[in-house]
């Protein structure tokens, strides 16, 4: 297997799982789904990640065409994107969920409201920080069919994991406490912290080439 190719679609995997960050998904999910039934909360789960699955496949599909549209290249999208998501991870470097994933407090879901819907699918799993990642790696895979497969492929095992630590999200509590949930959201939000800066060198490499190149 090529090896850029390889690294590409780990580094495809490692930052969409660290923005939509499941382990800090799960004290939010607990809390809007105590009053529930274990089998109606397992219903609302697999709704909300379903949607969520398909908002980010969507933008995955027309992410290209949305940048093509709006005359934005590649390295501009690779420096703001990494502006983007390093703004994201400095709230998580504290043990709190990234600004860009998590809703107000008055967005944390109502009375009669379908809270698979909204907070849960959208913003928590694919609020604004999912949707620039996948722009951005997908600005970033151009027209390779084989890297925008890889997307997909990792967009899929984020969510599939995302669903397996939130159905067993109150054991995962129990097991690690809260206390163990924040220093996972803080490592995350290390290496979320990196991967963003690393994606805003590539844009500025890119961009100082194709200036030598004119």
């Known amino acids: 297997m090529d090896q850029d190719f390889f690294r590409f679609g780990l580094a495809a995997f490692v930052t969409i799982l660290v923005v939509v960050d499941p382990p800090g998904v799960v004290p939010i999910f607990v809390a809007l789904t105590s009053d529930e039934e274990p089998r109606r909360r397992r219903a609302i789960l697999i709704r909300a990640v379903l949607i969520a699955f398909g908002v980010a496949l969507f933008f995955l599909i027309a992410g290209r065409a949305?940048?093509?549209?709006?005359?934005?290249?590649?390295?501009?999208?690779?420096?703001?994107?990494?502006?983007?998501?390093?703004?994201?991870?400095?709230?998580?470097?504290f043990g709190h969920r990234g600004g860009l994933q998590a809703p107000e407090p008055k967005e944390q879901g109502?009375?009669?409201?379908?809270?698979?819907?909204?907070?849960?699918?959208?913003?928590?799993?694919?609020?604004?920080?999912?949707?620039?990642?996948?722009?951005?790696?997908?600005?970033?895979?151009?027209?390779?069919?084989?890297?925008?497969?890889?997307?997909?492929?990792?967009?899929?095992?984020?969510?599939?994991?995302?669903?397996?630590v939130l159905h067993l999200g109150g054991r995962l509590i129990g097991l690690v406490g809260e206390g163990g949930v924040h220093i996972a959201t803080r490592v995350m939000g290390i290496v979320l912290a990196a991967l963003a800066v690393q994606f805003v060198l590539n844009g500025v490499a890119g961009y100082y080439k194709l200036l030598i190149g004119r």
């Not at 502006?83 to 400095?90: C, D, K, T």
């Open 66 to 93: 949305v940048l093509s549209y709006l005359g934005v290249t590649v390295h501009a999208f690779s420096i703001s994107g990494g502006i983007l998501l390093f703004v994201a991870a400095m709230p998580m470097l």
């Open 110 to 164: 109502s009375v009669g409201q379908d809270i698979s819907v909204f907070p849960l699918a959208m913003p928590l799993l694919s609020g604004p920080g999912t949707i620039a990642t996948i722009l951005l790696l997908t600005s970033q895979a151009g027209g390779d069919l084989k890297r925008l497969a890889a997307i997909g492929v990792a967009i899929a095992i984020v969510f599939l994991v995302s669903f397996l």
